[in-house]
């Protein structure tokens, strides 16, 4: 604090507040109402309105929230104590339609007087501006008096944050720091009068409650969970603007606060809306909305509005901590983070409204987040550091399909694709088919949805190879895609379903790994998937085929099945029986049977278990699937705005059951999950676009091609079956061909009668995919394989001796049967 001392006066007259530490400390609301920020990237903080106040304030990069909330509180000493988001109805909107400048109007409950706010980012600073006008009956104005609330969460949490009191170029402020992170709060009019407390026992809010009256004016905080308040002047100042600027150290968060109180408000609100007509707005697609492009329009600069500034490129999955409320400081990512797959659909919804400079923003620090094995974390920090460990195929081979679109429109630039396509393929092929978790993160084996992206990935990976005359490395890609495409309704499907007693043969959520494969979970029974998220008192593992979701449908989306195909058909009529949710605006789709990620049944929040809810995105996604069944989708796109916030927020999950107002549940409105998600909003672009074309904008046309026509017309036939170490298989048809793949260089020694005749090969390389080799078998033929593998001179090293397998593996030629011939 050596650097205040001379320029700064500490304003301690009441000493220090009572009650350290504080209450433990809490997020707030996930329900985000608007989340904006200014265009410029040199202004690098973002912030989140929810229930009519200020939330997250975060920088300097968008994974890193600062504040909890901050709100204002009326009184008039008297007879009312009035808080903003507790006692207020609001409403809230934009001030143009093309930038997130957010105005909140509320009355008071009595109607008496009404509080008008503006909300933005200082165009070119890291400040939050909140301009705010008061208006209303004469006397009950004289006598009001005003305070502003702001709850400091720095470097990512409530505990060990300090405050002070400060009086600065003659006008009294507040302080708040932990580390070398300060927050510098202050006024357009000067606050009269300032406090800072701890948390439930001297804060602010306990003080006005009490009594009406601001009684406490302590000087100082010192790390705990604080608040700090200061005094507004209402009747000599009906509006004015509060200014909260950030910065490293307490010099830099002070500076840019005061600089930015220097400007007029109007200035600022002027400069914010012309950086965000920079943008073109999504004309293209609006057309086909049923709100007259109102929710397109918020839906881009929501997914503009989560790309960082210092990390360009990167976007989050949500400014928001779901059921922050009841999480504390250990839940430091919240969905603050970046997931690969969320990611890509951000960047592939601005490909919707022909934005290729930011999707390619998207796909370079991608590649700059790729690991050395081709794969990427299942979500990372903004700088690249991994928070969760899990392995997710199809955000690997997402941006291999990103790199696809980006190359056909010509959106490259510069930028060389092959190195990243490469790269992530090698790691397909490593792992594919079984991926440790699918797409809702729980839980291995042979996914629909996953497998549909991998093959995806892999036919892509293909067409860019083949440019590139790597022809034998496409012709691996696409046959290694074959495979997996021909074993896609045994590995996925069930015969024996149950959940539709007249619909047996099905997709299934997933099917899990069989003993000896990956991932095999041998604390349950083969066969069976636990089920993350229930409660300990709840059936936690069931047979595969008891669960079921609608990934399948991504099959359609990419290409690799028709709408019409049967095996889709019916699986919808069993996801519709078991998973559909008829609600006020419109049906809605859970995510799969027995999910527990969602609120609880008594409306609380999730606390490691609960009922898993709609997920507005799904509506979505089988809109795309109407559409390319040659149906209308307008009342899903209609279904699908309606479930946003009054900012147009769309939300992970709905509250999907009969109204609980205690709990603050809607049927059909935004459940206590994360809000917005971005996923949902992108989803939203791309079913715009999608409509506006008559086709599935994120149809593949090398799949589509490949795979989406009638088998009696396709132009090749898959002839081989994969051997991988991880992976071993049993048996293979007559007239097949055995490929062994494995990632270091290898020789195999086989017979076919039981080492009467022995026969030498050698495997043969493809750069970073590994080492393959083929033995060929004849219609017809029936009997074994014996082999064994070597790896010679292993490692490389001088000297170092061969080394093998160690024992015989064995695989049974078995006769062609009509099933493998289909």
Known sequence: MSDLAAAYRWLDDQGAAFGSPGLEPRWTSSQKAAVSTAYSAASRIWFTVSHGILNEIYYPTIDRPQTRDMELIFTDGETFCHEEKRDFDYKLDYVHPNAPAIRVVAPDPTARYTVTKEFISEPHRPAVLMHVKITGDEQILARLKCYALLAPHLNGGGAGNSGRSVEVAGQRCLLAWKGNLSLAMGVSCGFTRSSCGYVGASDGYQDLATDM?????????????????????????REFTVAIGLGDGHHAALACMMQTLATPYESHRERFIEQWMRVDSPKLIAASSTDDGRLANISHNVILTHEDKTYSGAFIASASIPWGASKGDSDLGGYHLVWTRDMVQSATALLACGDTETALRALVYLACTQRTDGSFAQNFWIDGVPYWSGIQLDEVAFPIILAWRLWKLDGLGNFDIFPLVERAAAFLVCYAPVTQQERWEETAGYSPSTLAAVISGLICAADIARARESDELASFFESYADWIEAHLDEWTTTTEGVLDPKIKCHYMRIRPPAPGEPFYNDQIAPGHIHIANRGSDEKQVFEAREIIDAGFLELVRYGIRRAEDPLIVDSLKVVDAVLKIETPFGPCWRRYNHDGYGQRKDGGPYEGWGQGRAWPLLTGERAHYELAAGRTVAPLISAFEKFSSSGGMLPEQIWDRADLPSEGMYFGKSAGSAQPLVWAHSEYIKLLRSATDGHIFDRISAVEERYAVPPAKRSFTSQIEIFQAARPVSSIPGGLTLRIVDKGRFRVVYTFDNWVT?????????????????????????????????????????????????????????????????
């Not at 302590?218 to 100042?237: K, P, W």
């Not at 061969?802 to 024992?807: A, C, N, P, T, Y």
């Open 213 to 237: 009256t601001m009684d406490w004016e302590f000087g100082q905080a010192l790390e705990g969970n604080i608040a700090i308040m200061g005094e507004i002047d209402v009747t000599c100042s």
């Open 758 to 822: 022995v026969q030498h090969l050698d495997s043969h390389s493809l750069g970073p995919i590994g080492y393959y080799a083929d033995i060929p078998t004849e219609a017809g033929q029936i009997g074994k394989i014996i082999f064994t593998l070597c790896w010679p001179n292993y490692g490389q090293e001088p000297n170092q001796p061969d080394r093998w397998l160690g024992k015989n593996l064995e695989v049974s030629i078995m006769a062609l049967t009509s099933t493998d011939k289909s």
